[in-house]
């Protein structure tokens, strides 16, 4: 009796147009290199084994036309449009410009008239991937209180454009930062609920200029333009530049988190009451 020659080999992205793909004109099998599909036994001349090399081709055929479909289909994307805020606030003390990209590259374009504020706002682009452009001019011949305010003000409310419906998205961040012998930890949610719980223990008044009681005003602005839930704790730290510095980027970084997508939820609402609004 003759011995089985086996079909070793197929691609699975060349589909079999025809079963002399498999037998040549002897009838004899044709090996293929690699085939992962089941071994098939066949026998030379045999009607029988023929037709089960032609079922084995359809079923193959069909296999590979479903593989390729699925290889073919673009992976899941982001529910991600162009997600961008743009807001201008003017008052008798203020002239304030922000615009903000949530889907940005860290790109910063920050001049408030308070240079240590810029820098800070230079940190919410760089390690959080938003794209922030703020440009205020205020009354600081007076004191950096209205700018510092009215900035944090314009940001929150253009994130909370940028945000719109909130799809899609993680909703929740939290992330802790060191800044050598600072460490802070920020938790926040983008629940529509604005709250504040600021823990940080600034040792000085001053830095360089900027009033460092200015600090969790500046957060607790944001917060009530934006509807979020935030919460600062300072886990330690002596130097006020870097308690404060490390307090911005542990919040640009919880902030990224919170505004990217989670692809499993499809575009849904990350709420069981499905709604996620400033209210």
Known sequence: MSTPT???????????????????KTKTLVKPQSLPLPYIPCFRDTKLKSRLVLTSVASLNSHMTESNSVAASPPQQSPSAC??????????????????????????DSSTGIPFLDHMLDQLASHGL?????????????DDHHTNE?????????????????KGINRFGHFS??????????????SGRPH???????????VGTYDTQLVEHFFQ????????????????GKNSHHIIEATFKAFARALRQATEFDLRRHGSIPSSKGVLSRS
Not at 6 to 24: D, K, M, N, Y
Not at 177 to 190: F, S
Not at 196 to 206: A, F, K, N, Q, Y
């Open 177 to 190: 930062a060191p800044l050598d012998e600072a460490a802070i930890e920020v938790i926040l949610d983008l």
């Open 6 to 24: 086996p079909i070793r080999s197929l691609s699975l992205f060349t589909p079999i147009s025809s079963p002399h793909t498999l037998l040549c």
């Open 130 to 142: 938003f794209d922030v452009y703020v440009k205020a001019s205020g009354d600081i011949h007076i």
């Open 150 to 166: 009215d900035v944090a003000l314009a940001i929150g409310t253009a994130l909370l454009q940028a945000l719109g419906d909130r």
């Open 83 to 108: 997600r961008v805020g743009e807001v201008r606030r003017v008052t008798k003390e203020t002239n304030v410009h922000v615009k903000i990209n949530l889907d940005g590259s860290g790109i910063s």
């Open 221 to 236: 602005s944001l917060v009530n333009t934006s509807g979020m839930t935030l919460h600062i704790r300072q886990l330690a």
């Open 196 to 206: 504040l719980s600021c823990d940080l223990s600034i040792p000085t008044e001053r």
